[in-house]
């Protein structure tokens, strides 16, 4: 069964980075976009980065433009977010998500924590 499995949360304070990761498994994870959201909380599920299969083009939300990198290692089906310049408004668990057959799946999310 298809699973994604988060890491890499943690702690940081503004200014600081942090890298993400989600290993992939039981499906093709080359044939398949990857993408991270984050929800903050009260706020809704929200769309952070995606990229394509091949990891040769990526997208990103506004506010992410210029801090954030999605990457991806199809050997080791991973998918990376490499996140700097980090601000309290990224305080938020981060997911990561990938679309099969019209089916989304999702990992268990992961905790980044932004505060002085």
């Known amino acids: 069964q298809v699973q994604l499995v988060e890491s890499g949360g943690g702690l940081v304070q503004p200014g600081g980075s942090l890298r993400l990761s989600c290993a992939a498994s039981g499906f093709t994870f080359s044939s398949y976009a990857m993408s991270w959201y984050r929800q903050a909380p009260g706020k809704e599920r929200e769309w952070v980065t995606s990229i394509t299969p091949s990891g040769g083009t990526a997208s990103y939300a506004d506010s992410m433009k210029g801090r954030f990198t999605i990457s991806r290692d199809n050997a080791k089906n991973t998918v990376y977010l490499q996140m700097n310049i980090l601000k309290l408004e990224d305080t938020a668990v981060y997911y990561c998500?990938?679309?099969?057959?019209?089916?989304?799946?999702w990992g268990q999310g992961t905790q980044v924590t932004v505060s002085s």
């Open positions: 998500h990938t679309d099969i057959s019209s089916l989304k799946y």
